[in-house]
């Protein structure tokens, strides 16, 4: 069975730009979460998405938007970019997204901003 | 809010020596305990869980206990190795309110294992 993938593994970009990173689920798996990791702030829940719908989001910036289609893939778009983006995004999918399921992580998208 | 707080880093060890790292939490509701680990240049993989209390979890040598009545989940493991060299994530998941269908985690600790 594929893991969860993200594409592109590495972006650089530079301030005021906008980038769309991209997350593809495991087959089967409805909830795709996202997450930054900085060395800063660590591990910090940015949404989750089950069924094209967010049903949580955490405490970031407007400038941070995603989505979900019907083939369950997410993206999630930063506009206005910013020099305290850059990050390591991570993305993670599970059946349900609840408290019950394992989460599986992709290895990360490394967003640089300039 | 929650919260979950681990020893700091950096930790090192000699191989075949024991390891604990501490991971203490607050939550609102009921949660649900993991330990994730994170070895270089890749994503996290879920070492194991506890959904209840007094539930162990195991893996790989390693193993954590679901204490509700001092909210904590010490990882632990009986006799390192030099490929258990990784960063360690303790992370609850709440199932109450808003709290639910988010991991969080904490600040992550370095160990690292010498031959």
């Known amino acids: 069975k594929a893991g969860v993938t993200q594409t592109p593994r590495y972006l650089i970009k530079t301030r005021g730009q906008q980038v769309t990173l991209s997350c593809s689920p495991i087959?089967?798996?409805?909830?795709v979460s996202w997450y930054q990791q900085t060395p800063g702030q660590g591990l910090q829940f940015l949404f989750e998405?089950?069924?094209?719908?967010?049903?949580n989001k955490g405490n970031f910036p407007g400038r941070f938007s995603g989505r979900q289609f019907s083939n369950s893939r997410s993206e999630m778009n930063v506009s206005t970019l910013e020099l305290g983006d850059s990050a390591l995004y991570l993305c993670?999918?599970?059946?349900?997204?609840?408290?019950?399921?394992?989460?599986?992580f992709g290895p990360g998208t490394r967003l640089t901003v300039l | 809010g929650d919260s979950v707080t681990q020893m700091e880093g950096p930790v090192t060890l000699s191989e075949e020596a024991f390891l604990t790292i501490n991971c203490t939490y607050t939550a609102t509701g009921y949660p649900s305990l993991f330990w994730y680990v994170q070895y270089p240049g890749e994503g996290l993989q879920l070492l194991l869980k506890?959904?209840?209390?007094?539930d162990k979890g195991s893996n790989k040598g390693f193993e954590a206990t679901y204490r509700k009545e001092t909210t904590s989940f010490h990882l632990e493991k009986g006799s390192v190795q030099v490929s258990d060299s990784a960063v360690y994530f303790c992370?609850?998941?709440?199932?109450?309110?808003?709290?639910?269908?988010?991991?969080?985690f904490g600040k992550g600790t370095l160990l690292t294992v010498n031959p």
């Open positions: 506890a959904t209840k209390a007094d």
């Open positions: 992370a609850l998941s709440d199932r109450s309110g808003g709290s639910n269908y988010k991991l969080t």
């Open positions: 993670a999918s599970s059946i349900q997204g609840d408290a019950y399921n394992e989460q599986f």
């Open positions: 087959s089967g798996h409805r909830s």
């Open positions: 998405y089950f069924s094209e719908t967010q049903r």
